[in-house]
């Protein structure tokens, strides 16, 4: 039964199920009146959701997965909102977190799915390789890892940025069986995949500081006004500042004209020394290996969702095109790395952090 607080919400702007939802969330967030709720976007981790009550537009994620216990996660969430706060006021444009009512982060309903809201930033999504964007994402990076905040205690850099140890020769009997058409070339490339998630874990950390750790182009929005906003700040936490920069340029390998114009940008900002060699993509290889190996379990498995697969068939036939091999990866790393170093060297010493 709905509450009364929702009211009546617009005709058509949401299904009974959908309208149903949209007063919980307003409820539990104290938003006003329901007017519509629609989803706007996904990830691989959740769905996002405009809702516009008599109050405002919020943007409500709903996660689909649930592995920590309910008070580790909505702990390491309140931490987050911290840290976005701090971002915010030293000049990082992010949207503002709203509590629920009983000032948690997270509320969750009967099935025990998590949801949460912030304020809503209207926008279109760059293309991931969008100089432009990805420019901007590395100017708030410098600035995010400017502020050198240290990790809150016993935090330690998750294993999914720092190591792969796929087994790409099982995961490709499956795809085999399955009978995916992508299967021979992740047949063709496993054992390449392997010595490179081998690399990419032997390389060790540099001096750890509190990172966004998902900083991508397409994790921003360029408003009708010309402003940008940095979104889903769920993985903030301790990382190497110079590895999650090498994480947003791999975007960009082979190109070494593009990579050094973005490098440069970062060095201008203010950012931190980067590696001169592939150890600059280190976690930028972990992450897009761990990926792959995630979307296609999602594909190999009978049982996924079919909303799921959607999602992960372009994922897996794209990384399996794109994701560079060792020596690719150390001739744009030092291309990047001095392009930065280089530009660090020009600034005053009055400049920036």
């Not at 990082?92 to 930033?121: C, E, K, L, N, Y």
């Not at 999914?160 to 992740?186: I, Q």
């Not at 993985?235 to 110079?242: F, K, N, R, T, Y």
């Not at 994922?315 to 001095?338: H, I, N």
């Amino acid at each position: 039964m709905l509450r009364p607080l929702c009211g009546t919400p617009s005709v058509g702007a949401v299904t009974p199920e959908a309208a149903e939802t949209a007063c919980w969330v307003a409820d539990r967030f104290a938003l006003g009146r329901v007017r519509s709720m629609g989803r706007v976007a996904r990830g691989a981790m959740g769905e996002v959701h405009r809702l516009v009550t008599d109050v405002g537009a919020y943007a409500v994620k709903r996660g689909f997965w649930r592995e920590d216990p309910d008070d580790a996660v909505e702990s390491i969430a309140r931490f987050e909102v911290g840290f976005v706060e701090r971002c915010r006021a030293a000049g990082v444009p992010a949207p503002r977190p709203v509590r629920a009512a009983d000032g948690s982060v997270i509320a969750r309903d009967a099935a025990g799915t998590g949801w949460r809201v912030h304020h809503f930033a209207r926008g279109a999504v760059p293309h991931r390789t969008d100089h432009t964007a990805q420019r901007w994402v590395l100017e708030q990076g410098a600035l995010i890892h400017g502020l050198a905040l240290e990790p809150a205690p016993g935090d330690a850099v998750h294993e999914y940025y720092r190591t792969s140890t796929v087994d790409w020769s099982e995961l490709a009997e499956r795809a085999e069986a399955a009978g995916a058409d992508w299967a021979p070339g992740l047949r063709a490339r496993a054992a390449e995949l392997t010595e490179l998630g081998a690399w990419a874990t032997s390389v060790p950390l540099g001096d750890l500081v509190l990172c966004h750790r998902d900083l991508k182009a397409d994790n921003t929005l360029l408003g009708p006004d010309g402003l940008r906003w940095l979104l889903d700040w769920d993985d903030v936490g301790a990382h190497d500042p110079a590895r999650e920069v090498g994480t947003v340029l791999i975007h960009h390998v082979p190109d070494e004209a593009a990579l050094g114009a973005l490098a440069t940008a970062y060095g201008a900002a203010g950012g931190v020394e980067l590696p001169e060699g592939p150890e600059l993509f280190a976690s930028g290889a972990a992450v897009w290996l761990n990926f792959l190996a995630g979307q296609v379990g999602v594909l190999v498995d009978p049982d996924s969702e079919p909303e799921h697969r959607e999602f992960a068939e372009p994922k897996v036939r794209g990384l399996l095109d794109d994701l560079p091999g060792l020596t690719v990866l150390g001739r744009s790393g030092r291309v990047a790395g001095q392009a930065a170093n280089r530009e660090r060297g020009r600034r005053p010493l009055t400049m920036g952090p």
